[in-house]
């Protein structure tokens, strides 16, 4: 019976193990077919350069296209999302160590438009803050902070999904 009881022990243990090991390897496998999701969808939208996205600061709207012979970073974040908002302060340091080869534009979403504009007006960050939800929605960006680099001619070249891939960016520009 006691041998039993350890054996049964054994086999409850390896199943865990086992069980954890699946979901790890899950996780991962999600979380790169998250990226690939997003990729296509910026991909297959050729004319994301040319969304219009509205101003939070300010009363008009902008275009990717308009900023054509500089980089652009279109940076998803929110409010309450601290990561996100302790990222803008590191692209703040990539923009000024790039000085006017990059521009950052960051879209808030889902995010009450008050507290947004009060973060904007507390912080003096040289962005373009927008209203980026539908776009964000639309593209189905993955998690905040999330971005997505556009080249010289206003073509998407990279995403950026989550705080330890925007890290790494920062820390490789």
Do not use: C
């Amino acid at each position: 019976m006691e041998q039993d009881l350890r054996r049964f022990n054994r086999t409850l243990i390896a199943i865990g193990i086992i069980i954890a090991g699946l979901i790890i390897i899950f996780s991962f496998r999600y979380a790169d077919t998250q990226r690939s999701t997003v990729l296509d969808f910026v991909s297959a939208d050729s004319l994301i350069h040319q969304r219009w996205f509205q101003n939070l600061d300010q009363t008009d709207s902008l275009q990717i296209q308009q900023f054509a012979g500089k980089e652009v970073l279109l940076t998803f974040w929110a409010t309450w999302s601290e990561s996100s908002t302790d990222l803008l302060f590191q692209l703040k340091d990539l923009q000024a160590s790039r000085q006017d080869s990059l521009i950052i534009i960051a879209a808030a979403v889902k995010d009450n438009g008050q507290e947004a504009r009060y973060f904007i007006s507390t912080t003096i960050l040289p962005f373009h803050f927008v209203d980026g939800t539908v776009h964000y929605l639309d593209l189905r960006i993955v998690g905040v902070p999330s971005a997505i680099l556009f080249n010289e001619s206003s073509k998407p070249v990279q995403i950026l999904v989550g705080e330890k891939q925007l890290q790494q960016f920062t820390q490789s520009n």
